[in-house]
């Protein structure tokens, strides 16, 4: 056990103690958010006990995820652009939905996606080994702007637009103001800097239409430049700018 977590000590050291969702982050296996998903749903042990939220570990620990042991990923970090097909999940768990990202793209190297793309879209997805840089995006997601090309069914009108952009009751909340612009009579681009679940299509379906195609083809500085279903990785400068804006 002591040789699976000897590179852990670069992360935390001999002494020191981290929450088990910061583990999963800093070892590259997958962001804090989902790590606490899996402590909720019981499929995390330590040191052969069920692990509870909250709980700290250490690098002496035997961390497992449904059995299997989680050590360090000793290779450098990698960051996917991948242009996602429609029908296929943004999720980690290879288990439980057959139809997953992860298998997809089947990298050599364990990944997992940035935020997600709901099942119905298609469009540009992040994936990484950086659980850091998960974390830094997710932090200030309601500050990076994304943007979608939108197909739906009945013609578009000036009201639809005016009043998507200002801002529409769904879940629970008003969706921030944002930038719509109608393209042609069924066809409008618009500029996010939220991430509700599914809410281009419950803002549409509220004004009383419905969407038949979403595109995402730019996150951040990051546009869409791939088939559907490929991937590339992210350059030097598109990181080094992806990084300052999240420190701005």
């Known amino acids: 056990m002591k040789n699976s977590f000897r590179h852990l000590v670069f992360y ?4 020191n103690l981290v929450r088990i969702n910061k583990f999963f982050s800093e070892v590259g296996h997958s962001s804090r958010r989902a790590a606490d998903k899996y402590v909720e749903q019981g499929r995390v042990t330590i040191n052969g006990k069920i692990a509870e939220m909250g709980s700290k570990v250490s690098h002496d620990d035997e961390i497992r995820l449904d059995g299997e042991l989680i050590t360090a990923n000793e290779t450098k970090h ?13 999720t980690t768990d290879t288990k439980r939905e057959k139809n997953n990202i992860i298998d997809y793209i089947n990298y050599p190297e364990r990944i ?4 997600r793309l709901d099942k119905d879209s298609q469009g540009l997805i ?18 990076n702007e994304k943007e979608y090309m939108v197909y739906v069914k009945e013609p578009l ?6 009043k998507m ?14 930038f719509v612009e ?3 009579n069924h066809r409008f681009r618009i500029i996010l800097t939220q991430g509700l679940n599914r809410q281009i299509r419950r803002m549409t379906e509220y004004l009383g239409n419905k969407v038949v195609k979403l595109e995402r083809y730019r996150i951040m500085n990051v546009e869409l430049d791939i088939p ?12 080094k700018e992806i990084r300052r804006r999240l420190q701005a």
């Open 126 to 143: 992040f994936l990484t080994s950086d659980g850091d840089i998960v974390n830094e995006i997710l932090r200030s997601e309601n500050e």
């Open 182 to 184: 109608q393209i042609d």
């Open 112 to 115: 997992f996606p940035i935020g």
């Open 228 to 239: 559907v279903g490929k991937y590339r990785h992210l350059t030097k400068g598109e990181l």
């Open 12 to 15: 935390m050291g001999d002494k």
């Open 157 to 162: 009108t000036k009201s639809f637009i005016q």
């Open 78 to 90: 990698v960051y996917i652009a991948f242009n996602k097909p429609r029908g296929i999940v943004c």
């Open 165 to 178: 952009s200002n801002g529409v009751p769904i879940l629970d909340t008003i969706t921030k103001k944002c």
